[in-house]
Nanobody
């Protein structure tokens, strides 16, 4: 299985922006839907966003809709999460994940649907 590595996390003030990246070491993620999840201290891991293998279909958690944007390279080797208008409630460890055996335009939102996970990157938003 491929290895996913997240980067781009950091400390920002409320209203700021960060761009997270998930690299698959140059490996082509054929027919993999990709997703971002996050886990805040004392809380369970929750869905943030997903993008289909085609790169044309996306879905977002309601709380980040309009603020976050998920995308992937045309080569399908990396996925990104552009986070704008960050709020303290966005503070969490963000995880990149891959779901195998998806169709051209399928996205996935449940933890159980993902097969591969990165180690996470910390995002801290101060007020």
């Amino acid at each position: 299985q491929v290895q996913l590595v997240e980067s781009g996390g950091g400390l920002v003030q409320a209203g700021g922006s960060l761009r997270l990246a998930c690299d698959a070491s140059g490996r082509y993620l054929a027919y993999f839907a990709m997703g971002w999840f996050r886990q805040a201290p004392g809380k369970e891991r929750e869905f943030v966003a997903s993008i289909s293998w085609s790169g044309t279909n996306t879905i977002y958690q309601d709380s980040v809709k309009g603020r976050f944007d998920i995308s992937r390279t045309s080569a399908k080797t990396a996925v990104y999460l552009q986070m704008n208008s960050l709020k303290p409630e966005d503070t969490a460890v963000y995880y990149c994940a891959a779901a195998r055996r998806t169709s051209w335009g399928e996205t996935r939102t449940e933890l159980s649907e993902y097969d591969l996970w990165g180690q996470g990157t910390q995002v801290t938003v101060t007020s």
